[in-house]
């Protein structure tokens, strides 16, 4: 393939079991691969250095912070940045998709929206509305740059007109059930402090006819964030498992939309009514 002008941006922690198919599967396109490494202790470091990656380390905090401290900090040299997590990876129609457009893009156009599809345990989630999702992962240098937010974080165009591409990119983490539980609870802490109020400024705009980000958003800042506390949990899932077909998704659909739709929606909430006051803690280091 011919390398484009194109810079990749992963960040890293212990990715080892991810990383090496992340960054085969840009190999062919990519001008240049930037690692932000948070302090890897397995051989995530080693696996970049194999690729060819620029490797640079950075405290985390979160994903928003750390992406912006990448496009910041790093000196990009492509034209093009491609955001991708280090579970995520290119499907060979996607990459060459993105040659293609790249090689020929209109001027005006400052991004593209890249459709995701997520593997759990094994098994691709097609279906309680999870399939297809669409995120501005491609955009041209300087054009872009993650919103700072805790958590849900999106990239935002500065400048320009959008375009989708086709192919999808695949989001399969190999890690396992217990770190994806344990990554979810820290999840579920960021966004309880968003929903406290405490995020940032600049955010993506909640529009009901805007992309699919900014109705999602909508959706759950009017619809789901005015129903009760825990009981929209429920709801939620029920609106996914059911009326949104998830039980077609198998039984890892069903533990998928269970723990990821009803499970972590009730964590949140928990940990919103904690920090009100309500569950006895102290708010006073919020």
């Not at 593209?112 to 491609?138: E, N, T």
């Not at 937010?149 to 935002?156: F, G, K, N, P, W």
């Not at 406290?196 to 759950?220: N, P, T, V």
């Not at 498992?241 to 499970?263: A, N, S, T």
Request: proline share 2%.
């Amino acid at each position: 393939m011919v390398k484009l002008p194109l810079s990749v941006v992963i960040l890293t922690n212990n990715e080892e079991k991810n990383l090496g198919r992340c960054l085969e599967s840009v190999s062919g396109i990519a001008g240049e691969v930037i690692i932000v490494d948070s302090g890897s202790t397995d051989a995530t470091r080693d696996i970049a250095k194999r690729f060819g990656a620029k490797i640079y380390k950075h405290p985390f905090t979160n994903q928003a912070d750390q992406f912006n401290w990448a496009l910041n900090n790093t000196k990009i040299k492509g034209e093009w940045i491609l955001r991708l997590d280090s579970d995520e990876r290119l499907t060979p129609e996607l990459a060459d998709e993105i040659k293609e457009t790249l090689l020929e893009v209109s001027p005006k156009v400052s991004g593209f929206f890249l459709r995701r599809r997520v593997y759990f345990m094994g098994r691709w989630i097609k279906h309680g509305g999870y399939y297809p999702a669409w995120f501005l992962r491609l955009w041209r240098t300087g054009d872009g740059k993650i919103e700072d937010r805790e958590v849900d974080e999106h990239t935002i165009l500065l400048r320009g007109e959008s375009r989708r591409l086709k192919n999808d990119f695949i989001d399969d983490n190999r890690k396992g059930l217990e770190e994806w539980v344990a990554k979810q609870n820290r999840y579920s802490t960021r966004e309880a402090r968003e929903l406290m109020g405490l995020a940032k400024e600049e955010q993506l705009s909640a529009r009901f006819g805007g992309e699919q980000a900014e109705r999602k958003r909508w959706i759950k800042q009017n619809l789901y964030g005015r129903l009760p506390l825990f009981v929209r949990a429920f709801a939620y899932f029920f609106y996914r498992y059911f009326l949104r077909l998830g039980f077609l998704d198998g039984k890892e659909g069903f533990i998928f939309h269970l723990l990821q739709g009803c499970w972590y929606r009730f964590l949140v909430d928990a940990e919103l009514y904690e920090m009100r006051g309500k569950g006895g803690a102290s708010l006073q280091n919020l």
